[in-house]
């Protein structure tokens, strides 16, 4: 019936096949989109390096012989963070043989990186300095550390003819944000 009505007038055909269209294209004009697209490539990741230099690497900072009561030795090293990550330094002392009696070799470490201004370390008996926290490090920072090691004044026969060693290590982690 419909398709009679249509065939027997051309304009009602030709009506009837632009209402089609336009529906048609309504319909795929409205499933129209945009589209845009971004890339970022090579996202790329290198860890850091935490590094270090010492200026009396691999030697003793200070050393002392035939030392009388009253007698002090003095030496000094540069620590300093040559990485790309600021850390956490530490300085420990080990492998320590001390014969000494009690109170007779002292060790004094400062930080004098600023001389007006000098920062005691550790003062107390070769082999008493455990872990000591020297803070953080910044990037390319340096700092100067004077060791004193001092036969006390009031060292006995007791003391005669001995020899104490130590070790001083400096160990630093990345700093923890």
């Given at each position: 019936m ?31 989109t ?28 200070v ?34 043989q001390?014969?000494?009696t009690?109170g ?38 340096a ?19 001995k ?12 700093t923890?944000n």
């Open positions: 419909l398709r009679a009505a249509l065939l027997s007038s051309p304009r009602r055909l030709l009506s009837a096949l632009v209402v089609v269209g336009a529906a048609t294209g309504v319909a795929v004009g409205s499933g129209a945009f589209s845009s697209r971004t890339a970022n490539a090579s996202n790329t990741f290198t860890s850091g390096t935490l590094l270090q230099s010492n200026t009396k690497a691999g030697t003793s900072v050393t002392g012989t035939n030392l009388k009561p009253g007698d002090a030795k003095t030496g000094e090293v540069t620590i300093k963070n040559t990485g790309t990550l600021a850390g956490d330094f530490v300085l420990t002392e080990s492998g320590v001390n014969p000494f009690a007779a070799l002292s060790v004094k470490v400062d930080d004098i990186t600023n001389p007006a201004a000098p920062s005691n370390v550790y003062t107390g008996d070769m082999g008493g300095l455990a872990r000591k926290s020297l803070g953080a490090f910044a990037v390319n920072e700092r100067t550390y004077r060791f004193s090691v001092t036969l006390g004044k009031d060292a006995g026969n007791a003391d005669q003819a020899t104490a060693t130590a070790n001083y290590e400096w160990d630093s982690t990345s923890q």
